[in-house]
């Protein structure tokens, strides 16, 4: 079989000519040692700079244009922000372009300068068409030749490299190296032959070749990363050895006893396969997904008081301490008379109360743990870990589940999260874990009226806020920044808090949290927020998650278009926690149609997955769950949406070669392939 064939050692990036030392340098330092290494560096996607179009027939999309540059703006506001503008012109007419953070603009470009421009088209702010942070090239520059001809490849970044240099460098590595890779995808899986596909891929002759290459790259990352999914699941479900958990009718009612209401139809048959795993005597390994206010808490509280009344502990990990010390609270009251015992674990916790606490969990007093990281330190131990709850999962990464697990032998896991994952990204970001999803909403939920609104005309919701603060009610107002910033054009909630406390509301109490107060100052504030003695809570994005204040009816998000769909509706679910009707407010700074086009979906829907799908959709797998922390799936040329179908066989081939070939003795190269790409990543070292 091909995947057997023996690999010469791949030359060195010293090789390459022309770079210099110091770009050899950067790219050495970013991990590019060999030209194997930066030929597997793929394109994130290409410019079809073969195919200009004149101005006077573009239309939203993608497009290329050849034109001389008629003006060029870089206009000095709103703290110094980079934000350049130039009109371009051809003999059929002008476009707009505009680009924001880009410092280099004002000294590559002049009016009179000759370019190709590539990008995105779409509506200005005025209406008009103009490009949106267009790549552009100088007809007869220096790059005349790798980046003004053809279909031009664009990399993600290497720090230290420029777009022209890095593709001057995969000429020099394909023409070294690229005939040398040695096939590693098992016989049969895709008939593209590996040479032929890197060449293509970097630098395709033409449409039909860049389209027919596609294929091979997209079930090859599809297939690697289904791949180590398969190898975790067995691996999961190979080691065994999980305590057996039963929960007869009597625990069951018992645990039961202690929730202030009854469970939803949803919750029950949460709680019914959450019971079936911890009896099967296999560790569990399951995602608990549900819209904001679908009650994930009851149904990990009925989890974690199973395992202790199998004679053993839980621990529930959380991204922030101030949902680590909310949970605390909702758990505690629940339990309150009881004889099990709860102990809170974060950064911020004094040296005796955390001794203390580190304590009752070595000799068993402690039943239950709440906390943030600070519960995977090295010197957290428990007397008997049956059960790890994971919340917010998509803050903490494979390896962080990994070491809250650790704590035990082989406890059962139960992740969570509020932000619906559509199918094709459960499936991938999440393929070792089985899946429950909460569809119902509790009693007493109220849908949220929402509106886009102008972020220049804010009386009318000003008036809003004041009269629900009349009837005794509350409000949030979300800013994307903790404070004001000379490179983003955005507010800043330390900024606003000081306008709305002097300016808009001088007669209420305005309160404010962000993520770098301390720990007291933080909890102070959310404390006299619950207790109303601040009416409006000014914050940043530390709110989104957990945080439950029935009271508040009013959510105002400042800079909405910043934020992605995702954030925006859990940042919605802090409020229509009660009875009262309550009201969102997006309001949208300079945003162009697209933006507003996108924020609008929120007046649409209270639909998480509908929402999540858009999101995904706009913003790829990486943005849409944070791809650095959580192990998310960083792809260059699939996409989730459009490639379902892909996806679905690659994962079929891959879970199939791990049943038949489990520790990939057959494919040594397949194997060796997905340890450097996946390895350390995927916690893949410890399995093959």
């Keep these: 079989m091909r995947a057997k064939t023996k690999s010469a050692p791949a030359p060195s990036v010293d090789l390459l000519k022309g770079l210099g030392a110091p770009r050899i340098e950067a790219l050495r330092a970013a991990g590019f040692t060999t030209l194997r290494a930066l030929l597997f560096h793929l394109p994130k996607g290409h410019l079809d700079r073969a195919t200009v179009t004149p101005i006077a027939q573009l239309a939203e999309g993608e497009h290329t244009v050849r034109a001389k540059v008629r003006s060029l703006t870089v ?68 790059a005349e030749g790798i980046a003004t001809g053809g279909i031009i490849p664009v990399y993600p970044p290497i720090p230290g490299v420029g777009p022209n240099s890095l593709r001057r460098a995969m000429r020099q590595a394909l023409e070294i190296a690229g005939e040398k890779v040695t096939e590693y995808l098992p016989e049969g899986a895709e008939t593209a032959p590996l040479p032929g596909a890197l060449a293509d891929v970097h630098f395709p002759p033409d449409t039909a070749a860049l389209e027919r290459t596609r294929s091979r790259w997209i079930f090859e990352e599809f297939f690697l990363y289904e791949l180590a999914m398969a190898l975790r ?49 296999r560790p569990m390994n399951r995602l608990l997904q549900g819209d904001v206010g679908s009650g994930k808490t009851a149904v990990a509280f009925a989890t974690m008081l199973a395992a202790v009344a199998a004679g053993g502990q839980a621990a529930l990990l959380v991204p922030t301490e101030t949902l680590a010390e ?193 720990s007291e100052e933080k909890a102070s504030a959310m404390l006299a927020f619950r207790a109303n003695r601040t009416q409006v809570l000014v914050s940043t994005v530390v709110i989104e998650v957990g945080v439950d204040v029935p009271n508040a009816t009013v959510m105002i998000v400042g800079n909405a278009e910043r934020f992605g769909l995702a954030t925006l509706h859990q940042l919605r679910g802090r409020i229509g926690r009660s009875s009262h009707p309550s009201k969102c407010f997006l309001a949208a700074g300079e945003a162009g149609g697209d933006a507003l ?62 049943r038949e070939d489990p520790e990939l003795k057959r494919h040594p190269l397949l194997k060796r392939e997905i340890l450097v790409r996946l390895g350390d990543r995927m916690g893949l070292v410890d399995i093959l």
């Design 233 to 281: 699941r067995r691996a999961a479900t190979r080691l065994g050895g999980a305590g057996r958990i039963e929960a007869p009718p009597d625990v069951d009612r018992r645990i039961r006893a202690r929730l202030p209401f009854a469970l939803t139809a949803a919750q029950e048959r949460a709680v019914t396969e959450i019971h079936a795993d911890l009896a099967s005597g």
């Design 326 to 518: 909310q949970h605390f609270r909702t758990i505690s009251g629940w339990l309150k008379g009881s004889r099990t015992e709860c102990v809170l674990l974060t950064g911020s916790l004094k040296a005796a109360a955390r001794r203390e606490a580190l304590e009752h969990l070595g000799d068993g007093t402690a039943h239950l743990a709440i906390g943030t990281h600070a519960l995977i330190e090295p010197d957290v131990a428990f007397r008997r870990l049956l059960v790890a709850v994971v919340d917010e999962q998509h803050r903490f990464g494979v390896l962080q589940r990994a070491a809250l697990a650790a704590k035990g032998d082989r406890p059962h896991v139960l992740v969570m999260t509020a932000t619906p994952i559509p199918r094709t990204l459960a499936i991938t970001a999440f393929g070792d874990l089985d899946v429950t999803t909460l569809d119902e909403l509790p009693p007493g939920r109220t849908p949220v009226a929402t509106r886009v609104v102008a972020a220049s005309d804010l009386d009318p919701v000003w008036h809003t806020v004041r009269l629900e603060v009349a009837a005794g009610r509350q409000a949030f107002l979300v800013y994307p920044l903790v404070d004001a910033s000379d490179r983003v054009a955005a507010k800043s909630a330390i900024e606003m808090h000081g306008h709305l406390s002097r300016e808009v509301f001088p007669d209420l109490a305005v309160g404010l949290l962000h993520g770098r107060m301390k």
């Design 75 to 142: 206009p000095r506001f709103r703290r110094r922000v980079a934000i350049a503008q130039a009109v371009l012109g051809d003999e059929t007419g002008k476009v707009g372009a505009v680009w924001f953070g880009r410092y280099d603009v004002k000294k590559r470009l002049a009016p009179g300068v000759e370019l190709l421009v590539s990008g995105r088209v779409g509506h200005g702010k005025k209406g008009g068409l103009q490009f949106h942070n267009p790549d552009f090239e100088e007809i007869g520059g220096e």
């Design 597 to 658: 086009k996108r924020l609008r979906i929120l007046e649409e829907t209270q639909d998480g997955f509908r929402i999540a799908e858009e999101d995904l959709r706009l913003r790829g797998p990486g943005e849409f769950l944070g791809a650095r922390q959580s192990g998310a799936p960083e792809f260059h040329l699939a996409d989730l949406c459009r490639d379902a179908e892909v996806l679905s066989r690659a994962r079929d081939a891959a879970f199939a070669l791990v």
